[in-house]
């Protein structure tokens, strides 16, 4: 019985390794890698847009790692005396080490609905925000930001590009390879996994146990037909490789 990780690369490999060396069988699948965004070059003029008191948000490593890129290339740096949000606690790390300043995040709920819960993001009235972000996504941040007085404008500095679009050769190889626990990290990735096998596919998909960061995906999930879930609070690859050790340890799932 394997564990199938298909979160993007490098995090992916990471993971599996790790599993790896503490002596479960784990199989890295990414689903998609990233490139630049449609406004990756326009990344500092964005953030020149903003004033004391104004905020930039990110939502993923990726979005900060893309952006830096940006300023980088520029000859640009992170503009002072505004805040820096993340949602989820990585994303905060990975932007504070980028900008060196104090990045303010969720400590409970690593979601958009735990960032927007934070008290200095309750009023925005007359405050300008840059959310920095890959292609689609939620509108959740914008939207409820705006309804609070700010002014929001997106930068897609990067953007998500499936690898596959046809995943019914590796599902069969999947099932033949005992997969029976699935770590997904996003309800695109959740979605797109599912949307490119056969019905007969999907049928053995939702029989494996599925480790999922957010309430949001676990309520898509089931709705897809998944009952065996395990929701984390964060996507970090620390905590899911405890949580999966600890499943195993109860017996919740099996590694053997």
């Known amino acids: 019985m394997t564990i199938l990780v298909v979160r993007p690369s490098p995090d992916a490999e990471a993971l599996a390794e790790q599993l790896g060396q503490a002596g ?9 890698t990233t490139g630049e965004g449609c406004e990756f070059a326009e990344v ?11 905020a930039v948000i990110a939502v993923s490593p990726n979005a900060v ?3 830096a890129d940006a300023l980088r290339q520029a000859g640009d740096y992170w503009p002072a005396d505004i805040n820096y949000y993340a949602v989820g606690q990585r994303t905060a790390s990975v932007f504070a080490q980028e900008t060196g300043r104090m990045v303010a995040s969720p400590s409970n709920s690593q979601t958009s609905e735990g960032l927007l819960g934070l008290p200095e993001l309750a009023s925005m009235q007359g405050r300008r925000v840059v959310i920095l972000r890959g292609n689609g996504g939620r509108d959740l941040i914008a939207r409820t930001l705006s309804e609070r007085g700010a002014q929001v404008d997106y930068c897609e500095c990067y953007q998500r590009i499936w690898l596959s679009n046809d995943l019914s050769s590796e599902c069969n190889q999947w099932h033949s390879l005992g997969i029976t626990t699935l770590v997904v990290t996003s ?6 996994l599912f949307n490119n096998v056969t019905p007969e596919q999907q049928q053995w998909l ?20 998944f009952s065996q879930l ?14 999966l050790r600890e499943l195993m340890h109860k017996g919740t799932i099996h590694n053997d």
């Open 230 to 243: 395990t929701q984390v609070e964060s996507a970090a690859n620390t905590t899911l490789f405890n949580t």
């Open 44 to 54: 500092p003029a964005r953030l020149k847009t903003l004033q004391p008191g104004d």
């Open 65 to 67: 790692s893309y952006a």
């Open 187 to 192: 309800g695109e990735q959740l979605a797109h």
């Open 24 to 32: 479960y069988r784990a199989l890295a699948h990414p689903l998609l």
């Open 206 to 225: 939702v029989t494996c146990h599925l480790l999922i960061p957010s309430a949001r995906i676990a309520s898509q999930a089931k709705q897809l037909g």
